[in-house]
């Protein structure tokens, strides 16, 4: 008899941790706690200007301030998104691909989904995941795991993988540090 319910999930024993879940909590809480001092700041910003402080008003006028800050500054977005999602993913592989989170939310890449991966052990072991087809604001956004020791494991298994698919190919690795981490 199996000790495990069906509702429990197995552990493959292939599975290769990946990224940093600790980096990546950090990032985030770094960004939430960025993003609520400056709505918190503009809001005592406008609350002072406006004598009658009438908080349904000063909401108003932040969250409509900030729609226009952001459809004003809409083709900035994919860089701000670039520094944001930098380094947010974490996860293991296994047989079947990539099972990570990303900001909070599950995701999972087949290796057939893979269009290429960048290894670049000179840039803190950093490991940047390209899907096929997934373009936003007209360039390829990749899913970047974060810069850590045990990604020099999980490389040598990608490696072995993709060999086994007769898809080594789509493995690249860097020698040098490569332009776009210079760029924010």
């Keep these: 008899m199996s000790q ?3 509702s429990e999930p197995r ?3 292939f599975a290769r941790p990946l990224g940093s879940r600790q980096k990546s909590l950090l990032r985030f809480g770094l960004l939430a706690a960025v993003s609520l001092a400056v709505l918190a700041l503009h809001y005592l910003f406008i609350d002072r200007i406006l004598t009658d402080g ?6 108003a006028l932040v969250i409509g301030t900030w729609i226009l ?3 004003r500054l809409h083709r900035y977005v994919g860089r701000w998104l670039d520094f944001v999602l930098r380094d ?3 996860g293991v592989i296994t047989e079947d691909g990539i099972q990570y989170r990303s900001m909070l939310r599950p995701h999972f890449v087949l290796w057939s989904s893979v269009a290429r991966i960048e290894y670049s052990p000179r840039n803190g072991d950093r490991i940047d995941v390209f899907k096929i087809g997934t373009f936003t604001f ?4 990749p899913i970047q795991f974060s810069a850590t020791p045990i990604n020099r494991e999980a490389i040598e298994e990608i490696g072995r993988i993709l060999g086994e698919q007769g898809a080594s190919s789509k493995l690249v690795v860097t020698e ?3 332009e776009k981490f210079f760029r924010l």
């Design 54 to 59: 009438d908080v349904r008003l000063v909401l």
């Design 4 to 6: 495990h319910s069906e």
């Design 88 to 90: 947010s993913a974490y």
């Design 69 to 71: 800050v952001i459809l």
């Design 176 to 178: 040098s540090v490569p």
């Design 11 to 13: 552990i493959n024993k």
């Design 138 to 141: 007209s360039r390829v956004r």
